[in-house]
């Protein structure tokens, strides 16, 4: 008698993982996967407020830059805030930005 056993895969960004038998680690797979959409969420949004930033800077589009600098800098403090990034990473990051925006001033 040959005896077969179920197993359920459930596959997370394009990763073949086993679902767990036990109620809570059940559960912390599905926070784990809200939070990391979450996570993904906000890293986008401070990225992109950079790289508009970054655009207008190489654009020399002087009327813009102040307001898109105030918007990256706030996406960045935001993100470092839900612990997305790191404190010392979110400084690094608006120091980088605040030379552009010096230089381009200059």
């Known amino acids: ?3 077969y056993s179920l197993v359920i ?4 960004q394009e990763e073949v993982l086993y679902m767990p038998n036990i109620k809570s680690a059940i559960k912390r797979v599905s926070v784990i996967e809200k939070k990391t959409l979450r996570n993904n969420m906000i890293k986008s949004e401070y990225k992109t407020a950079i790289k508009k930033f970054e655009k207008a800077v190489e654009d020399k589009d002087m009327e813009n830059v102040d307001a898109l600098f105030s918007a990256a800098t706030k996406k960045i403090d935001q993100a470092c805030s839900k612990g997305v ?6 400084a690094r990051k608006k120091s980088i930005l605040a030379k552009k925006l010096n230089a381009i001033k200059a």
């Not at 895969?9 to 997370?12: A, P, Q, T």
Request: charged letters at 15%; a positive charge.
């Open 1 to 3: 008698m040959v005896k």
């Open 9 to 12: 895969v459930y596959i997370i």
């Open 85 to 90: 990034i790191v404190k010392n990473t979110a």
